[in-house]
């Protein structure tokens, strides 16, 4: 099983989340579903998943 880290793309220092099995995308929203079910949502596109390397990146959208 391939589980992936997710960082902030202009932070990468900043984990989103770890332990991801499961990425569901609608329009700029981005649900990361972790090994334990647990759901985190954040506004922004995926720039980056490689998921052999087990790292996610995303551009988050700052809040205004």
């Known amino acids: ?3 992936s880290t997710a960082y ?27 090994v334990m079910g647990d759901t985190k949502t954040v506004e922004g596109t995926l720039a980056l998943a490689d998921l052999t390397g087990g790292v996610v990146r995303i551009d988050c959208q700052e809040a205004k």
């Open 1 to 3: 099983m391939c589980l």
């Open 8 to 34: 902030k793309t202009k932070d990468p220092d900043s984990i989103i989340m770890e332990y991801v099995s499961r990425i569901e995308i609608n329009g700029n929203q981005i649900t990361l579903i972790d």
